[in-house]
Nanobody, 124 residues
């Protein structure tokens, strides 16, 4: 089992940057692929990015490709989401989640453990 805590959210102007962190507790962190999802008000929760347990493979939604970068440091039990060139439509609560499925699943139902989320607000 793994517990996840997100941090790094906040208010930023369009074009700005933020780096989200997802800190995990538990000694089995490295056996999970980690994903980031986001949910805007009145919207469904959507896949943003994922990183394999080895950190060698990354996966992105088309809407963030080229602007967001996901990475992980297994020694620190932490996954990062670097968000650049932010747009107002990136405004959402961002969640990290852990899955034992391989291949950067985009299906939130395949993620077993979730953090509580961190708010990102991008002003125009």
């Amino acid at each position: 089992q793994v517990q996840l805590v997100e941090s790094g959210g906040g208010l930023v102007q369009a074009g700005g940057s933020l780096r989200l962190s997802c800190a995990a507790s538990g000694r089995t962190f490295s056996v999970y692929d980690i994903g980031w999802f986001r949910q805007a008000p009145g919207q469904e929760r959507d896949f943003v990015a994922a990183v394999s347990r080895s950190a060698l493979r990354t996966y992105y939604a088309d809407s963030v490709k080229g602007r967001f970068t996901i990475s992980r440091d297994n020694a620190k039990n932490t996954v990062y989401l670097q968000m650049n060139s932010l747009k107002p439509e990136d405004t959402a609560v961002y969640y990290c989640a852990a899955t034992q499925y391989f291949g950067g699943s985009r299906n939130q139902d395949e993620y077993n453990f979730w953090g509580q989320g961190t708010q990102v607000t991008v002003s125009s």
